[in-house]
């Protein structure tokens, strides 16, 4: 199953970069994370980057992700994030950097049956 990784901060596309490279360095997750661009709109420049695709099949990459994220959010920044996980079943959480007490529980508790 893979899951989508959308990021809302102040700067997305510097936050979509931030967690692309956070979740690279994770061994469970090296070539196993995509990121995913869609067209420029009139106006734009370049093709954006706007979401990161995960594949979390199985051997525990579920449990991987949630732990990931609950360190990724606990390192310092400059502004708030906020990620959405979405699966291709239409589950879908959001996780807010300054209102999550235990990322992991909530991941793993809205996902665990998705596959």
């Known amino acids: ?3 989508s990784l959308v990021v809302d901060a102040d700067d997305p596309d510097e936050g979509i970069a931030e967690l692309y490279d956070w979740l690279r360095q ?5 070539g196993r994370v995509t990121p995913v661009s869609r067209e420029p709109r009139p106006g734009e420049l370049g093709v954006l980057t706007d979401m990161l695709s995960v594949a979390v099949g199985g051997g525990g990459a579920l449990t991987a992700l949630a732990t990931s994220l609950k360190a990724f959010f606990s390192q310092p920044r400059r502004s708030d994030v906020r990620i959405t996980i979405r699966t ?3 589950r879908s959480v959001e ?3 300054k209102r999550v007490a235990d ?4 991941v793993l508790g809205t996902f665990e049956q998705a596959g």
């Open 1 to 3: 199953m893979d899951v």
């Open 26 to 30: 994770e061994p469970e997750f090296r």
């Open 88 to 90: 291709p079943d239409g």
């Open 95 to 97: 996780i807010d950097a």
């Open 103 to 106: 990322v992991e529980a909530l």
